[in-house]
């Protein structure tokens, strides 16, 4: 399966709008489900007043959370699978 | 010719059991010249620190202002207050005066004969003597090249070892040997200023009899840091600046994370965002190919004013490799430092919830600016 790349927006709105806790949710998610993921930063993905933003293999996901990272992450590994 | 930059170390050691120590250096850069004041005040502690600190300030503040030599002694034997044991008003001068082009004077009264290094080959400053305002002073010329160095110490440094190690002191010879030690290696002015007084206080058996002052002036070619700031307010000029930047000598810093993206599209190379946080307060850094360092913008540039601000030099030996600490060492090595700041707003930055002092970008770089200004940084800045 083709990796699902992740860029995590860790500009200063991202950053103070809670960039780190996604990080920090990335660093822990499940050891099978590290190897089906490739995550990379970024400096801005121009949504900075509805941050943390990421974009997953391509797609903008504003307002981010860990739980909603999670439910997207598994979504898209799900019908990987 | 190009300009030369005078880097200036300055070691000192009080007497012992004194906490001030009755010598002051003043240094003062202005536009066109170096200007560095030395004074020993007499007797030692507060007594001969307000004496010494009285004559600097004067002299420095006088000769900024283009004041003739002959009225500033003149001033200082005017105005300093009276010893009320020794009944005389007194205090050692010694002036360095170095312009751009290397062209330098000195002036020494009733101090030692200042050290002149050059190709690792010391002589002593040469001087002539001269009455001025009634003191008699020596006064001496010479056009200096880059790569000389010039030393000049309080007498405490000369007499070091007595009451010591050494019966007569180290001497203007002695001194000179040390010196021969180390001045032809790459160390930089504040090194050896600070070796200096390390064998003085080694001779001194770490009880100095007097107070040690030392400083060394090394002329070299300034080093230069260019700082690319927040996007500009017309677009079409994302092209032209970064080409500046590309353009500019020295070191290059890109400070933002779209002006990292307006780089990165300038120049054709990715930015690629390193993902440790080895500081949670600052964002992390980036790369950009031929770009010396990429950080994140306002909260990494306030954090290195505020740090500057408060004088957290320890910084400097920190081995964080957060952006705050990366910049800060980068700024606090070049000399001369250019800013190029966006006056472009980003709207998201306008949120009440967020720190306030990201929708202040103006006053954070003014605050960066002033800061290094304050320790005797050439900086500019440019608005666009």
Not at chain 2, 286 to 293: A, K, V, Y
Request: hydrophobic share 40%; aromatic share 4%; proline share 4%.
């Amino acid at each position: 399966m083709k990796k699902v790349v992740i860029e995590v927006c860790l500009g200063t709105s991202c950053h103070l709008l809670g960039a780190q806790d996604l990080m920090a949710y990335l660093e822990r998610v499940p050891k099978d489900w590290k190897e089906l993921i490739d995550v990379r930063g970024t400096t801005c993905l121009h949504h900075c007043g509805k941050g943390p933003n990421i974009s997953v293999n391509g797609t903008i996901y504003t307002g981010m959370t860990p739980d909603k990272l999670q439910d997207v992450l598994s979504d898209l590994i799900e019908a990987a699978e | 010719m190009n300009a030369l930059f005078s880097e200036v170390g300055i070691a000192q050691l009080s007497k012992r059991g004194e906490e001030l120590c009755g010598d002051s250096v003043q240094v003062v850069k202005t536009g066109t010249h170096t200007i560095i004041v030395l004074s020993d005040g007499l007797g030692s502690g507060v007594k001969a620190n307000i004496l010494s600190t009285m004559t600097t300030k004067i002299a420095s503040s006088m000769l900024q202002r283009g004041i003739p030599l002959s009225d500033v002694v003149d001033t200082i034997a005017q105005t300093l207050p009276v010893c009320r044991v020794r009944k005389i008003a007194y205090s050692t001068l010694q002036i360095i005066k170095i312009a751009r082009d290397g062209e330098t004077t000195v002036v020494e009264f009733d101090s030692p004969a200042s050290f002149l290094i050059r190709n690792g080959h010391i002589v002593p400053f040469p001087t002539q003597e001269r009455v001025v305002a009634g003191k008699t002073l020596r006064v001496g010329q010479l056009h200096l090249q880059e790569g000389d160095m010039l030393v000049a110490v309080s007498d405490g440094v000369i007499h070091a070892g007595i009451g010591g190690l050494l019966k007569l002191g180290w001497g203007w010879q002695g001194v000179m040997n040390q010196l021969a030690l180390t001045c032809h290696t790459e160390r930089t002015a504040d090194e050896i200023g600070r070796e200096l007084i390390a064998c003085c206080e080694g001779y001194y058996l770490g009880k100095p009899g007097d107070d040690c002052t030392a400083v060394a002036v090394r002329l070299r070619q300034p080093l230069r840091l260019t700082l690319m700031t927040g996007p500009p307010v017309d677009q079409n000029t994302d092209e032209r600046l970064v080409k500046r930047l590309l353009s500019a000598a020295g070191k290059k810093v890109v400070s933002g994370g779209t002006t990292a993206n307006i780089v990165s599209r300038v120049m054709g190379k990715p930015v690629v965002v390193d993902l440790t946080y080895p500081n949670p307060d600052i964002p992390p850094t980036g790369s950009i190919e031929g770009i010396d360092l990429v950080t994140e913008g306002v909260l990494t540039l306030n954090a290195v004013a505020e740090r500057l601000q408060s004088k957290q030099l320890h910084y400097l030996h920190s081995r964080l490799q957060d952006g705050a600490t990366l910049l800060m060492k980068m700024l606090l090595e070049a000399d001369e430092i250019d800013v190029l700041a966006g006056k472009a707003i980003n709207p998201a930055h306008q949120n009440p919830h967020l720190p306030v002092q990201i929708n202040l970008k103006a006053q954070v770089i003014d605050k960066l600016i002033c800061s290094l200004r304050d320790i005797g940084k050439t900086v500019t800045i440019e608005w666009v």
